[in-house]
């Protein structure tokens, strides 16, 4: 059964300090990992989808990382607009449903 | 403008009173789910569809029921709702081949008395 979870829970960041949000994951085969982010009473809008451990892409202050095990959101130099809960989701080979993990509730505080 | 858009976006409604929850998209995806998002366990997948007449169960479809008769549309359909089904329902589509990324609705909130 593919599982994901993410850590910390929550995280509140002094503006333009620099932190990371995990994402392990056990899945049987992985087709993609996303990220998303969330505001409050909004739906998840996409951030990232990464396809292969040591595949990395870039959005803005965010930088997302992949390993055989776990994903990494990189914030640089957040500012507090980046507040948001920031979700992964796995999708595995063998079907068409995905996984979420139950998120990373950010603040950046000016 | 690409969206997905459900209806209504508040419900309160009392326990086994029929109900359905539209959801549109106007992205001519091929691929529908819907999710429900509660505190503390996050989204969790209800049904998907991939084409047209085709559906399938996700991780907690019990209660539920979906129907896909055209491309654009997937109401979510709770025939007898129960307290238990509160939560927060969000819509989500995209092209179906490949690990592409889905777009979701603004979310339903409903509330089962």
């Known amino acids: 059964e593919d599982q994901v979870t993410q850590s910390p829970e929550a995280l509140r960041l002094q503006e333009g300090e620099s932190s990371s949000l995990n994402c392990s994951y056990t899945?049987?085969?992985?087709?993609?990992l996303f990220w998303y982010r969330q505001d409050p009473g909004k739906g998840p809008e996409f951030l990232f989808t990464l396809y292969s451990a040591g595949e990395e892409k870039e959005k803005e202050r965010l930088k997302a990382t992949l390993t055989k095990k776990e994903s990494f959101l990189h914030i640089t130099a957040p500012k507090p607009e980046d507040s948001a809960t920031y979700l992964c989701?796995?999708?595995?080979?063998?079907?068409?449903?995905?996984?979420f993990g139950p998120g990373t509730r950010l603040s950046v505080l000016p | 403008e690409a969206q997905v858009t459900q209806n209504p976006r508040y419900l309160i409604t009392v326990t086994g009173k029929k109900l359905t929850v539209t959801c549109s998209q106007n992205m001519n995806h091929e691929y529908m789910s819907w999710y429900r998002q509660d505190p503390g366990l996050g989204l969790r997948q209800i049904y998907y569809?991939?084409?047209?007449?085709?559906?399938d169960k996700g991780d907690v479809p019990e209660g539920y029921k979906v129907s896909r008769k055209e491309k654009r549309n997937f109401p979510l359909i709770l025939e007898s709702p129960s307290p238990n089904q509160t939560s927060l329902y969000f819509c989500?589509?995209?092209?179906?081949?490949?690990?592409?990324?889905?777009?979701f609705g603004p979310g339903t909130r409903l509330t089962v008395t």
């Open positions: 989701a796995v999708q595995d080979n063998y079907g068409q449903n995905f996984v």
């Open positions: 569809s991939m084409n047209v007449e085709v559906t």
């Open positions: 899945v049987s085969g992985l087709r993609g």
């Open positions: 989500a589509s995209s092209l179906v081949q490949g690990p592409y990324e889905q777009y």
